[in-house]
């Protein structure tokens, strides 16, 4: 069994950061690529950023140059850094992670329960 637990959302004024933390824990052979997405009410989970197991990123266009991901594979965390955050970045943020069990199992993708983000105007 895996879980993935993420912390670090809340409440912020707009111009604010926050800094989300997603620890995966449990039967864990490895990790591949780490990712943030979000969703709000009526619509699609969309992804936010993701992240390679040895760094590489991707954005998606409306948080480039605002919100940085990275992770930390000793811990199995990945982080994700929002700067300068608007009210449009107000939604429920939940991490993935591609996680392989046993050397001999494939990769399959993990979820966090998601942590609530605000961004008052």
């Known amino acids: 069994q895996v879980q993935l637990v993420e912390s670090g959302g809340g409440l912020v004024q707009a111009g604010g950061s926050l800094r989300l933390s997603c620890a995966a824990s449990g039967s864990i052979w490895s990790i591949g690529g780490m990712g943030w997405y979000r969703q709000t009410p009526g619509k699609q989970r969309e992804l936010v950023a993701d992240?390679?197991?040895?760094?590489?990123?991707n954005y998606a266009d409306s948080v480039k140059g605002r919100f940085t991901i990275s992770r930390d594979n000793a811990k199995n965390t990945v982080y994700l850094q929002m700067n300068s955050l608007k009210p449009e970045d107000t939604a429920v943020y939940y991490c993935?992670?591609?996680?392989?069990?046993?050397?001999?199992?494939?990769?399959?993708?993990?979820w966090g329960q998601g942590t609530q983000v605000t961004v008052s105007s």
């Open positions: 992240i390679t197991s040895d760094g590489r990123t």
């Open positions: 993935n992670a591609g996680v392989r069990i046993a050397w001999s199992s494939g990769t399959r993708p993990y």
